[in-house]
């Protein structure tokens, strides 16, 4: 059995149960969310296609994605993360409180790797590549089989991906990687379900190529290379509807690669503010707490610059550590 996917879905419920209706996606909605999942990328239509194309597209510069009611599919190989956690913070948020399903596997490779986000938050990320486990977050979800690439010897040499791979890639979107038997037929009709095409082209313009990088808050406000006094008024305004903003190098949100960024989000009742940082891997993911804008905005900045002494005031956690 093989299996090829690169996807990831923003879901309000099963995909699957969406999927069997085969709906008609809409462009200009899809063509929307690319811009927030691909900040600074020219999107270009391309033709359409068919889930069982668009799930594994033929290079990185080509992105499908279907916008229906309830349930996003987004096929990507920039989503083909070898380390799920680290999926930009850019592409979490466009997840607008929904939650956050990705698969990407390669069975002829034995590369598997998928993850689970909800309310925001990782609740589980398994990947394994040629019988290694990468990255083994969280509890392991109903599907997922007792016996585990990380769990067998190294010389095991049965091949992992092709199987839980498969079981994952219907349990989180409802569908198989080879559509079914004659004897138990897929739900979901493959060649059915269409997916919009685009073409990401080159970063903008030459200014934007000078980006370094790019703050963004819930709202969609966008900053490129913010200055203090943007960056407070950014901070300021962070209120209901609008609680979190994203600071970022704007090369890992525009190829889509390892996560380096941090972000806050406002608690307005409570009157404090969550702070996160990331460089890489979740094993370098820090989080505390702070109680006033300009404790934010110092941090904000530091950040930026690259003092190290701005993290000193405070106890960090590691959520995933």
């Known amino acids: 059995m093989g299996v090829k996917t690169a996807l990831l879905a923003y879901t309000d419920g099963r995909p699957g149960r969406v999927l069997q209706r085969a709906p008609v996606s809409d462009r200009a909605a899809a063509r929307e969310l690319l811009r927030r999942m691909f900040p600074y990328r020219v999107i270009e239509d391309i033709e359409d296609e068919a889930l069982w194309s668009a799930r594994y597209p033929v290079d990185e510069d080509v992105v499908y994605a279907g916008v229906f009611p309830g349930l996003t599919v987004v096929g990507s190989l920039l989503l083909a993360l070898d380390h799920p956690s ?6 979490l948020g466009a997840a607008d409180g929904r939650d956050i399903h990705l698969h ?3 069975s002829v490779t034995d590369r598997l790797s998928f993850a689970v986000w909800r309310g925001g938050a990782l609740v589980r990320s398994f990947s394994t590549y040629d019988g290694r486990t990468l ?3 969280g509890d392991r979800l109903t599907f997922e089989s007792p016996c585990r690439a990380g769990d067998l010897p190294d010389d095991i040499g049965d091949p992992l ?3 839980l791979g498969d079981d994952a ?3 989180l979107f409802g569908f198989h990687g080879e559509g079914g038997t004659l004897l138990e037929p897929d739900p979901v009709d493959q ?3 269409v997916l919009n095409g685009f073409r990401l082209g080159d970063i903008g313009s030459a200014d934007a190529r000078e980006v370094k990088y790019l703050a963004h808050t819930e709202n969609g406000s966008v900053r490129p290379d913010p200055t203090p006094a943007q960056l407070r008024q950014l901070v300021a305004g962070l209120s209901p509807g609008n609680n979190y903003l994203i600071y970022e190098l704007r090369d890992a949100v525009a190829r889509a690669e390892t996560a380096h960024y941090i972000q806050t989000y406002r608690h307005v009742d409570e009157g404090y503010f969550d702070v996160e940082y990331r460089e890489g891997t979740a094993e370098r993911h820090y989080a505390t707490s702070m109680a006033s804008a300009a404790e934010v905005v110092a941090a904000l900045s530091g950040w930026a610059g690259r003092d190290g002494d701005w993290t000193r005031s405070y106890t960090w956690s590691t959520p995933f550590g």
């Open 161 to 163: 991906a092709a199987d």
């Open 169 to 171: 890639l219907g349990e």
């Open 191 to 193: 060649d059915a379900v």
């Open 86 to 91: 680290a999926l930009p913070s850019h592409i």
């Open 135 to 137: 990255e083994d977050l």
């Open 104 to 106: 990407s596997c390669h």
